[in-house]
């Protein structure tokens, strides 16, 4: 039997939820086709573009982040031109592998793993070939590399013809990211990162550009074809059922990061950062990401130390009560990702980091 009262997830996704927040979820049902739902809708929607910093629209979708990769390029990459995806990690590559699963002409810059894409890769790319849109991974959660959106947003606008596609699933509510302001025309998440939500919900703030191209496009697929969903976002609804005890939980936990404020969200964010790579730097640790492009919401360890990450993560859940990250993919274990997002607290930090003390302690 553990001593704690449930595993707390340092996950970088699923992350811990609020209990409140779960509550919400046992709200009696109500129908999506009624005047209480559109009520919901609307009140959600002018939340979520609050946090998303547009002006356009939010879309909601009843699936996780995938789904609106997919959508993303469906809606946005015409059949006989090309898409440009800026791959460096496990998310940016599968976002690839998704456009050409889909049947697209996909080219890619393609970094190492734990560098960023900068504007000048970028502007020499569109200097070599045109291309319908450009996708970039906001934050590579595989890695801990923050990419530098607004300044590869200003280079991607320089082209009429090019969108720009921005997966933001473990950076959205967590680091700083303005849709209107930086060019983007999807912007797409996930609940169960730094949202701190349940997973099962997804969210794309898209532009009028984007809408306007997808209506030239025929084979836009159903699920997540915009122009359907836009249809129904008319009128505050969802083409299909949507999970109505996630947007729920989504409403409320709006409320909750509006009264933190969303810049003093972006603001514990970084504070964590800090805490967490002089954290590392005190023991001997490496980051494993570039310098200059470390994340706000996860760090990737680089385990320098060697310590092994199978018993830390035993110590944790038994003795601490943390559900911790092993690393990811090819990366597992020579690195190990400390996922401070969502409504993690610096004292939350600080029982995880002296959780890992504790076990470094007894390991020698
Ligand atoms: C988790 C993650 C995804 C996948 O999201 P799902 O909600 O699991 O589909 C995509 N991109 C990034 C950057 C992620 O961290």
Redesign the pocket.
């Known amino acids: 039997m553990s001593p704690f009262d449930h595993k707390r997830l340092f996950l970088?996704?699923p992350v811990e939820v609020r209990r409140e927040i779960l509550e919400a979820q046992t709200a009696w049902m109500i129908g999506h086709r009624t005047a209480d739902f559109a009520e919901l809708f609307a009140r959600l929607q002018s939340k979520l573009k609050r946090a998303f910093f547009t002006d356009s629209r939010v879309y909601v979708s009843g699936?996780?982040?995938?789904?609106l990769?997919e959508g993303a390029v469906r809606c946005g990459v015409r059949e006989d031109r090309r898409v440009l995806h800026l791959t460096g990690?496990a998310?940016?590559e599968?976002?690839a592998d998704i456009s050409r699963a889909n049947g697209l002409n996909v080219d890619c810059v393609q970094v190492d793993w734990g560098q960023a894409h900068t504007a000048d890769l970028v502007a020499n790319a569109l200097k070599e070939a045109c291309y319908d849109a450009v996708c970039a991974?906001?934050?590579?959660?595989?890695t801990g590399v923050t990419n530098p959106i607004r300044e590869i947003g200003a280079v991607v606008n320089k082209h009429d013809d090019t969108l720009f596609f921005v997966?933001?699933?473990?950076?959205f509510l967590g680091t700083e990211l303005r849709v209107d302001d930086w060019g983007i025309d999807i912007a797409l998440t996930?609940?169960?990162?730094a949202f701190a939500l349940p997973?099962g919900i997804?969210f794309a703030a898209v532009s009028d550009r984007l809408l306007e191209r997808a209506k030239t496009i025929p084979n836009r697929g159903y699920y997540f074809d915009i122009v359907t969903l836009e249809k129904s976002l008319l009128k505050d609804n969802t083409p299909s059922t949507p999970p109505i005890a996630l947007m729920v939980a989504a409403d409320m936990q709006m409320d909750a990061i509006l009264a933190e404020g969303i810049e003093a969200r972006w603001a514990r964010h970084r504070a964590m950062r800090e805490a967490t790579h002089e954290w590392a730097d005190e023991r001997g640790f490496g980051l494993y990401a570039q310098e200059g492009y470390r994340s706000d919401t996860v760090t990737t360890v680089a385990n320098t130390l060697d310590i092994d990450v199978n018993a830390m993560g035993e110590f944790m859940e038994d003795e601490i009560g943390f559900a911790m990250d092993k690393g990811y993919g090819k990366i597992k274990g020579a690195t190990f990702r400390l996922p401070h997002m969502g409504d993690v607290t610096l004292e939350m930090l600080r029982e995880v980091l002296d959780g890992i003390d504790a076990f470094m302690a007894q390991a020698n």
């Open positions: 970088p996704g699936s996780s982040g995938s789904g990769w990690g998310f940016s599968r976002w991974v906001h934050n590579e959660t595989s997966d933001t699933v473990s950076g996930s609940s169960q990162k997973p997804a």
